[in-house]
């Protein structure tokens, strides 16, 4: 899997969650669920998302992409 699996929104998603492993993703997104109000359902969904094509995802393959996670200010 690759970058392309994901949307936009994803990615943005993946960004602000992101601790430099997949399985710390997945453990931040599991737990920032827990705060959604019940009319944050477009959030709710787009992490769903996220959570599911991380979970079919090896550390190897997001070690691949997550270098593309992090802005790179030097440009």
Known sequence: M???KFTTEEI???CV???GTR???L?????MQTHLEPDETE???LTRSV????STMSDEEYAGLSETL???YGE
């Open 70 to 72: 992090v802005p790179d």
């Open 23 to 25: 399985t710390g993703l």
């Open 43 to 45: 959030l709710l969904e």
């Open 27 to 31: 453990t931040e997104l599991t737990a």
């Open 51 to 54: 959570t599911e094509k991380l």
């Open 12 to 14: 943005n998603l993946m």
């Open 17 to 19: 969650y992101d601790t």
């Open 2 to 4: 690759n970058m392309e």
